[in-house]
């Protein structure tokens, strides 16, 4: 399983900022919300991602795209950010998810990220589309943002950090943020454990998956 560096090849390595003491883990937190956006008659049109990042890892950005020299990223510097995070996720499909059943959807890469650097904080936006018509009124559609490494932890705070848009009323969500059980924890605790540049075991369970917070979307009337 590959290990992601979400702003690979900038020149200063920074993720290292959250690697904490010694040999563990490092993570970068992401507070995040999606938005399904569909047609009048049930389509899915788009996939909308907003992404807060933490203040260690808005902090080491700063620190290598701050170019001006004046503690912060001007607009510029956080269109930098964004083009390179761009560029760098597209390899894991950007972290962004849909799947019907045991089958995952394809979708477009975003043309752009757009960034903001708000409250000490960094914020990025993107749009995906699917490359095949979806009709939600066929069956559930499921849609989740995870790092299959467990590098990236992106966090949904409840039900409404997903929200539908331009969809029939008849549309319903149903949402789920699973709890870990033994295997799950154990899994995450050997991951913990894990200096850079060490490999994930392959145990036949993808747990980042099972343990990623989705909403299932049905437009079936009645």
Not at 48 to 53: A, C, S
Not at 76 to 104: C, H, L
Not at 109 to 132: D, N, V
Not at 152 to 177: G, H
Request: proline share 5%; hydrophobic share 40%; glycine share 6%.
């Amino acid at each position: 399983m590959r290990r992601p560096i979400i702003l690979a090849g900038t020149g200063v390595a920074l993720l290292a900022a959250t690697c904490g003491a010694a040999s563990a883990h490092p993570h970068v937190f992401a507070d995040s919300r999606m938005e399904i956006v569909g047609t009048s008659d049930g389509m899915l049109s788009s996939v909308r991602n907003i992404w807060r990042f933490d203040e260690l890892f808005s902090s080491s950005v700063v620190v290598d795209f701050d170019k001006n020299g004046n503690g912060t990223l001007d607009d510029d510097e956080v269109q930098a950010v964004a083009e390179t995070v761009r560029q760098s996720i597209a390899e894991w499909d950007f972290y962004t998810f849909v799947s019907i059943g045991n089958r995952d959807l394809k979708l477009k890469p975003p043309e752009s990220i757009r960034g903001l650097f708000e409250k000490g904080q960094l914020l990025l936006f993107f749009e995906m589309k699917p490359e095949e018509a979806v009709d939600l009124k066929a069956q559930p559609v499921t849609f989740s943002v995870y790092d299959e490494s467990y590098f990236v932890a992106f966090d949904f705070a409840n039900e409404t950090a997903f929200q539908l848009l331009d969809l029939p009323k008849t549309c319903t969500k149903s949402y789920t943020r699973p709890d870990p059980d033994e295997d799950a924890s154990e899994w995450m605790n050997s991951v913990s454990m894990l200096k850079p540049g060490q490999s994930i075991p392959e145990d036949g369970v993808n747990f980042s998956q099972l343990l990623a917070t989705r909403v299932d979307v049905s437009c079936k009337a009645g």
